[in-house]
């Protein structure tokens, strides 16, 4: 079955880093397209963030572009997302998903159960 | 950017009621619309991709229709397990926008 795993979250305070992982199971993780997705408490959903399977193309939404760094190391089956200069805005459950290209169509098939980071002094 | 617009942002229905949700995309996506399920502590399903192909395992009562800017997520027949929140998403361009959400509630 296909897995992912977020881990990392935490309490940080403002303008310091923190970097989540996301370990990948069931699939051949280096087939695939990977995002980043959060939402703060009680709001919708916001894309983060974009990884082609290769780990050579990346996208960011507007909110953390700069600030935000999405990787992967495909040997190891992981996604990450190293986040600096944290505000008390990024403060949300942080999902990584699978693109899973159904029919060509980008489609975030599958997700993790996310991790919460809580920015705050 | 595309912004994407639902309506409306909540309803009340009843078991066995036919529900419809709206998205409307600022520009034209084409047939680029996702739509997702959302349960109370729990991470979002996809239900529907390319505005109306239906995710492998999601019921036959859920369908999408649309393209372009106007797009449609159907119920046909409302179960007790479908009270939850509904996302479009469109994945024509980056950034992958969503919607802001659609609530079902209980009448």
Redesign the interface.
Known sequence: DVQLVESGGDLVQPGRSLRLSCAASGFTFRDYEM?W?RQAPGK????VA?INSRGNTM????SVRGRFTVSRDNAENSLYLQMNSLRAEDTAVY?CARD?R??G?????F????TLVSVSS | ?IQMTQSPSSLSASVGDRVTISCRASQSIR??L?W?Q?KAG?????LI??AT?L?SGVPSRFSGSGSGTEFSLNISSLQPEDFATY?C?Q?DS????????TKVELK
Do not use: C, M
Request: no cysteine; charged share 15%.
């Open positions: 995002n997705v919708g959903l916001e894309w974009y996208y960011y939404g507007e999902y899973g159904l029919s169509i980008r489609s975030l098939d997700w993790g159960q996310g | 950017d047939r680029y996702n997702f959302q729990k991470a979002p399903k996809l991709y390319g192909s995710h996302y998403q994945v980056t950034p992958l926008t969503f919607g802001g959400g």
